[in-house]
């Protein structure tokens, strides 16, 4: 069976960064498509980027561009997400998800405050 | 930049049969998906690729795409169907990025 599992929660200043770390169990995480969501407290979805075949890369939102990043650890089959100069509008639980969003890690809250 | 829109809320009676439409101009060549979210729940898909439901997801959840509108049905709405409805998107433009509509409330009462 396979299962997504996400870092723990995080508490950080405006300006610092952020990485959440996603490991993928029972498949080989290069098998996977990886897609990042948050979701604001009491808000919607926000898809923030994945990995898009067609490009065979991983694209982001534009609202993200240049400030978030996605790197893998293959030999211990964990992505990561870094978003850098935190807000606190990016105070948020972060979702990992694969496939079609089949799959979804259970969330990592991430909360910025001074 | 691409959106997909849904209405705020839907409200049916039990048994009832609730129909949530999500609007974007590239549903004619995009895919829609279709997620579920509970109160403090991880988000569920319901359908994908316009029609088709996973095989842990109960018949009475339909999906179908005409147009620049895709529609998720649930047929015999019960109370335990209340949820945060989501659909999903790609835009058709280079970016290829994907989008979420602002979610349905689904309330059975």
């Known amino acids: 069976q396979v299962h997504l599992i996400q870092s723990g929660a995080e508490v950080k200043k405006p300006g610092a960064s952020v990485k959440v770390s996603c490991k993928v169990s029972?498949?080989?995480?290069?098998?996977?498509?990886m897609h990042w969501v948050r979701q604001a407290p009491g808000q919607g979805l926000e898809w923030m980027g994945g990995f898009e075949p067609e490009d065979g890369e991983t694209i982001f939102a534009q609202k993200f561009q240049g400030r978030v990043s996605v790197t893998e650890d293959t030999s211990a089959e964990t992505a990561y997400l870094q978003v850098n100069r935190l807000t606190s509008e990016d105070t948020a639980t972060y979702y990992c998800?694969?496939?079609?969003?089949?799959?979804w890690g259970q969330g990592t809250r991430v909360i910025v405050s001074s | 930049s691409y959106e997909l829109i849904q209405p705020p809320s839907v409200s049916v009676s039990p048994g009832q049969t609730a129909r949530i439409t999500c609007s974007g101009d590239a549903l004619p060549q995009k895919y829609a998906y279709w997620y579920q979210q509970k109160s403090g729940q991880v988000p569920v898909l319901v359908i994908y690729?316009?029609?088709k439901r996973p095989s842990e997801i109960p018949e009475k959840f339909s999906g179908s795409s005409s147009g620049t509108v895709a529609t998720l049905t649930i047929s015999g709405a019960q109370v335990d169907d209340e949820a945060d409805y989501y659909c999903?998107?790609?835009?058709?433009?280079?970016?290829?990025?994907?989008?979420f509509g602002g979610g349905t409330k689904l309330t059975v009462l």
């Open positions: 029972g498949l080989s995480l290069n098998k996977v498509s």
């Open positions: 998800a694969t496939g079609a969003m089949a799959l």
């Open positions: 690729e316009d029609d």
């Open positions: 999903y998107s790609t835009d058709s433009s280079g970016n290829h990025g994907g989008v």
